[in-house]
């Protein structure tokens, strides 16, 4: 198992290498610069020539790389130009902001999901389980931004439940959990969909198993069999899916942020991007591939864990 | 409904909810609930910003948004109030004048302090603020502002002159009242080293820098030490929100009480207002124009350009992209300024007929095929699409061709690529300032290549941009700026259509402060008058 | 009675006691009618712009109403069907025929070569997708193509991954160890044996991606990183709806009922195509 963990980590690191060369190279192939970007005409020839010089930008992408990975080895990521601020505050700064509010998404989604799709494998076909199957389908249809936007006008606009923006008072708990629960409902209603529909298939598949049939056959209630014996290995699939969702989702929480003016990473890359900030861009772009690596490779360690079958091929073959 | 009754019907519901549901749907139940913050406090101001802020130091600032907060924990010699004109007002001079074309002289108000204890404002402090701006060493973001700016001579405690090398006419409104004229305790800032970003070691307006936060809000404070009337308010809250939708979500939920909204949203909100509230629509100093490229073969004639400045129907841009609201504009110098031209050469509506006469004279076969390069804002979208439909009716057929907004700002630059060659017909705006020669000299032949797209040159333009500059002369100054529009007009390579508008929506409990072009002066909001 | 009729009779026959099946079925045959014959249903020109009869409600000349420019949105919405089917037909054929490829190989070929190939498909999935489109879209501009580039690159490794796995286990099989044994070449065996054992649940899955990919265009057109102006597609209509939803309710609700409508209908009828020929296949990736 070590030795699986290490070459496993090992392809993970290549990976995240990789991944981060060559969004580097890309993003210095678009056209535009810092600072004309963001001092429009006011920014000087030789204005741009400072600030490309401080951020490295003249010399050769291979050299520019280098010294990204070089002080990435030392724990520096760089100065936003702009700023005069560390990159890697700037990030850290934003990251707790998105991860709650993915973990929120993903925690309250699965909390409903999970029943539901419960329920609609117990009574299979029933008409509950097609009203289930179309909510969710349409669920998971509905753009994010869209969700977003009735919540707003409703929950915060007309009956003021929740506040509309921002991310709460810094410091204050429950004020910043208050802020998440609109953003959190519109980054994860897709996933209830998601989540239901997933439980449901393998609760189905583990319904017909052999264990359960003679646990029935033994008189046991259904309630028991279901929770007790059927969700635990139902879940296994699901929970897998979950780890390479959250993934990705550190991006793609974009939406909620922009649309709650909620900090994040997701704003953060996306600002950078629109901005050329490279600096910035690199170091939110180490955060949210890292995430994901990290997020796929906790998934197959779990994976291999569970099923020793997978361990022994992905050390032999893979 | 005074805010106070309208505070009494809002809490309790929000709060009963808070404590039955909420907190059982995110598992904390059990948890006391602090005053939540999100509610308007009286004596605080929660405004929008419309972006994030960089730096609050005049050498590294980048944009309006920064100079918004500045404005209001900064002192100018001069600045401008929310009197309706361009005239700037005295701010920590008791005194300012200019002696001639290149000397301009001051006197500081005594008793002026510096909070965090950097003790009373002088001469030397003027000295010090101005002269790091046009320092080489500190390769300043804004000089460009300080024009040709030489050095100030101290004469006593409080008093002094700025010396220029050349006439620079625009001195007083760009340098001296604008954003990079701050003054700091020299004592201050070079304790810290001679920059500084986020973290003003110092201020002496009536509010004081409390606390940034990257991507969500920069705090205000009343400034004890502030010698004049107090600050009206105990804090100001301005939140960096870029998405309009999101701040006009945030007004309606009471999260805000004043913030700039989006044109299209004026409308529903004046059926349908938002308690308490009212709107004000402001002409935004900003210049959008159909930038028309003389260099590229198929624009080669002027006949053809004249063509399409005629096509173009600019008051249908005003109903469909500005709902309207915006006004057709005269040139790039907005009214309210000097160098405005009452009249445009050309009809707001345009004249299909002389489009297509012209069209015919230069001989083109139609349907002629043009490229239209325009960024994603919706508003610039909308109005490329009216101008496709203005252009058709005279046979020309446009192509949109969007980019990305940075991708954009590329186009016409030599030195960033060769798309400037291809550039055809494109949608620009840029930002204006408090004189004319801001909004006026990008578009000399010294800019070819740079921000000059339409590739536009002519020496009586040229001539004039210097020659206005170095006049004091108002009315010269007036009449050769107009006259230098007339040229841009009379080239076929602009088609003028607004300086645009900036809708603001406030409580009626406050009475915002505003400069002629919309640009707020945070520093000069005050509840208003009879308000609880 | 041929093949082909049998395969016909066989879905019928299951879509009868399958409702939900069968509904996805219609929604997809409406869907397909409206968007291909949507020149001759449209009421209007949806490039028609009326200035002054903007963000209109729904009346007989328009029934859904205007959006900001005055033009028909259902003329708009029934023109926008074709944007998504076209989106999708040509990013999902492209992406799942290299992915096919690049799977086989994968699964089949030797193992230094899946080693490569696996990681570089796990570096493509770790992109942040919106950073990646947003670069993209710098590049080039925002327009039809570049979102169909931005889809085909960030599916290929999904289908991929699916079609190695299946590859894999379809290699230790009796009938592919005999064709080795008889010294079959590799490309033979992955055209013959491996292709048509792994095609046909693609295509199925394949089925289920068509609302992920028209979800993906709105999502892009949100960033106004979508198709260029004066095109309507479900996704920029969607957008503009969020922009004016104050003037009109009525664009969100254009633009979002048929992405709804193609969600239930592909999903519904892809899983019922799948419970009939693949019962056994459950989408491993997300």
Known sequence: MGKFIFRRGLTSVLILVLSVSLLFGMIHLVPGDPATVMLGPRATPELRAELSQRMGLDQPLVVQLGRFYSGLARGDLGVDPFSNRKVRDIVLEQLPHTLALVLVAIGGASLLGIPLGCFAAIRRNSWLDRLTAVMSVAFIAIPSFVVALYLLLWLAVKWRWFPAIGAGEAGNFTDQAYHLVLPAIALGLGWVGYIARLVRASMLEVLEDNHIRTARAFGLPERTIVIHYALRIALLPTVTILGLGIGTMLSSALFAEIVFSRPGIGKLLYEAVLGRNYPIVMGAVLVTTGFFVLSTLVSDIINALLDPRLREQQEGGS | ?532 | MSKAQNTVLRIFNALKKDPLGMAGFILVSIILFLTVFAAWLAPHDPLEIDVYNRLASPTAAHWLGTDQLGRDILSRVLFGGQVALKVSLIAISVSMAIGLVLGMLAGFGPRWLDRILVVSFDTVRSFPTIMFALAIVALTGPSLNTVIGVIIITSIPVYARVVRTQTQALRERDFILAERAMGASMFRILRYHVLPNVAAPMFILASMDVPAVVGMEAGLSFLGLGVSPPTASWGSILNDGYSYLRNSPWPIIAGGIPLIAVTLGFTFFGEALRDIFDPKLRRKDP
């Open chain 2, 1 to 532: 409904m005074t805010r106070k009754a309208h505070q009494r019907l809002a809490h309790p519901s929000r709060r009963d909810f808070l404590q039955h549901a909420s907190l059982a749907l995110l598992g904390l139940a059990g948890a006391a609930i602090p005053g939540s913050s999100w509610a308007i406090e009286k004596n605080r101001l929660h405004i929008r910003n419309y972006m994030d802020v960089h730096s609050l130091d005049p050498v590294s600032t980048v944009s309006g948004a920064e100079g918004l907060i500045m404005g209001a924990i900064y002192q100018n010699l001069l600045q401008f109030t929310a009197d309706g004109s361009w005239k700037p007002r005295l701010d920590a001079a008791e005194w300012f004048e200019q002696r001639d074309a290149t000397h301009y002289d001051f006197r500081l108000k005594p008793g002026q302090m510096f909070n965090n204890g950097f003790g009373e404002m002088t001469a030397d402090d003027v000295k010090f603020s101005f002269e790091r701006m046009v320092d080489p060493a500190m390769n300043a973001i804004n000089r460009p502002d300080m024009g040709p700016l030489s050095h100030v001579d101290v004469h006593d405690r409080y008093s002094g002159t700025f010396v220029l090398s050349a006439p620079y006419a625009a001195f007083i409104p760009i340098a001296i009242a604008g954003s990079s004229g701050s003054i700091f305790s020299r004592q201050a800032v070079t304790a810290i080293g001679g920059r500084f970003t986020s973290q003003p070691p110092c201020g002496s307006g009536p509010y004081a820098f409390q606390s940034w936060q990257a991507q969500r809000k920069t705090v205000l404070a009343r400034n004890p030490q502030w010698a004049g009337e107090p600050a009206p308010f105990e804090e100001l809250h301005i939140y960096a929100m870029v998405n309009d939708k999101a701040a006009e979500m945030a007004f309606e939920a009471g999260q805000l009480d004043c913030s700039h909204i989006s044109v299209e949203t004026v409308g529903p909100f004046e059926q349908a207002m938002p308690p308490d509230s009212s709107i004000r629509v402001i002409p935004s100093g900003r210049n959008y124009w159909l930038g028309i490229n003389q260099q590229n073969p198929a624009l080669r004639d002027i006949r053809v350009r004249q063509a399409i400045q005629y096509a173009v129907d600019v008051e249908a841009v005003m109903q469909a992209a500005w709902f309207g609201l915006a006004e057709v504009s005269t040139g790039p110098v907005p009214e309210g300024m000097i160098g405005h031209r009452p009249k445009a050469l050309l009809p707001p509506r345009g004249n299909v007929d002389k489009a297509r006469a012209l069209l015919k004279a230069a001989g083109v076969s139609l349907p002629l095929r043009l490229d239209l390069a325009v960024d994603t804002r919706p508003q610039n979208l909308a109005t490329a699409q009216v101008i496709q439909w203005s252009l058709k009716k005279v046979g020309i057929e446009v192509n949109i061709q969007t980019h990305e907004n940075s991708t954009f700002n590329t186009l016409g630059r030599e030195d960033l690529g060769a798309d400037w060659r291809k550039l055809q017909l494109f949608l620009q705006n840029f930002i204006g300032m408090a004189d004319p020669y801001y909004s006026i000299t990008w578009f000399i032949s010294a800019q070819l290549g740079l921000w000059n797209w339409e590739r536009f040159s002519n020496t009586e333009f040229d001539q004039l941009n210097d020659a206005a500059l170095a006049t004091s002369d108002t009315a010269e100054r007036d009449r050769m700026y107009q006259r230098m529009q007339d040229l841009m007009e009379e080239s076929g390579c602009y088609r003028f259509l607004t300086n645009g508008a900036m809708p603001l929506i406030y409580r009626n409990s406050i009475a915002p402060a505003l400069r002629p072009d919309g640009y707020a002066l945070f520093r000069g909001f005050h509840p208003s008058t009879g308000a609880s």
